[in-house]
């Protein structure tokens, strides 16, 4: 997240599910929810259409 920039002081952000949660059910969709705009960098505020490509999902991995 090296290209993110948060606008504004203080903020906070929440994610759900919660950091260590467990038994999620699949069709369960995660949020990230901020507190103030969140821009690129290169000054692009972003919105729910850009999510897709900046995010990318994870497969759980218990090996790791």
Same mark, same amino acid.
């Given at each position: ?8 002081? %203080?903020?906070?952000?929440? =994610? ?5 949660? =467990?038994?999620? %059910? ?10 103030? %705009? ?27």
């Amino acid at each position: 997240f090296d290209d993110l920039e948060l606008l504004g002081n %203080p903020y906070t952000f929440n =994610f759900l599910p919660e950091n260590g949660s =467990f038994n999620i %059910p699949v069709n369960v969709s995660p949020t990230i929810t901020f507190s103030v %705009p969140v821009e690129m960098s290169n000054g692009n505020v972003i919105t729910n259409a850009d999510i897709q490509s900046i995010l990318e999902k994870a497969k759980y991995d218990p090996e790791k």
